[in-house]
């Protein structure tokens, strides 16, 4: 599947596309300006985030995508970025992948995450033939986690004490939805 000009639609004049080159600017300004609010769960946020690590992942996920070793799109309002998501990997053998989401501080709660977060599992499951899609995320990170409640994950488990950060030790809930899943609960609505 050739993703490079992939655009997919989520309502309200936002869009999510692959990362570009030309991201690098944006997504520096962005996390920077958001940094407070994703540093608790974001390993990567830190207090030095440089445009020297923006132009870094973005330079690692462009190749990546056309290699298919991963694949992150950027959200998009009106052609500025709000966010990220994206599948962290794939598994190819075992047909699994996991996505990975942060947004603004000033988009959340709109329900924006949970439609590219739903969009994403119909290309992982339509598109890419994964058979199982996992998310991950912080315990005390209640807004990510309520997303794949939402959208009919399992919760499989906790890795027990997985992350630090500002002093204070995360466990990480482990959230898996597996095709037939999906495609019985679009089928029910």
């Excluded at 699994?96 to 959340?108: F, M, R």
């Excluded at 030790?169 to 037939?180: M, S």
Aim: with cysteine.
């Amino acid at each position: 599947m050739d993703t490079e000009e992939l655009t997919i639609g989520l309502g309200d004049g936002i869009i999510m596309r692959p990362v570009r080159a030309s991201d690098v600017d944006a997504v520096f300004d962005i996390v920077t300006k958001n940094y407070d609010h994703l540093r608790t769960f974001m390993e990567w946020a830190k207090p030095d985030y440089s445009r020297k690590d923006a132009e870094e992942w973005v330079l690692k996920a462009v190749p990546a995508a056309a290699d298919g070793t991963t694949l992150n799109f950027c959200i998009l309002r009106d052609d500025k970025m709000i966010g990220t998501i994206g599948f962290a990997y794939f598994d190819k053998a075992a047909r699994v992948t996991e996505i990975g989401y942060w947004i603004d501080a000033a988009e959340e709660g709109k329900g924006i995450m949970g439609r590219a977060t739903e969009k994403l599992i119909d290309l992982a499951f339509n598109d890419l033939d994964m058979n199982r899609v996992q998310i991950r995320c912080a315990d005390a990170n209640v807004r990510s986690a309520g997303i794949p409640q939402r959208l009919g994950f399992r919760k499989e488990g906790v890795q027990r004490q997985h992350i630090e950060r500002d002093g204070k030790v995360y466990d990480f809930l482990i959230f898996g939805l597996l095709r037939d899943e999906w495609q019985q609960r679009n089928s029910n609505q």
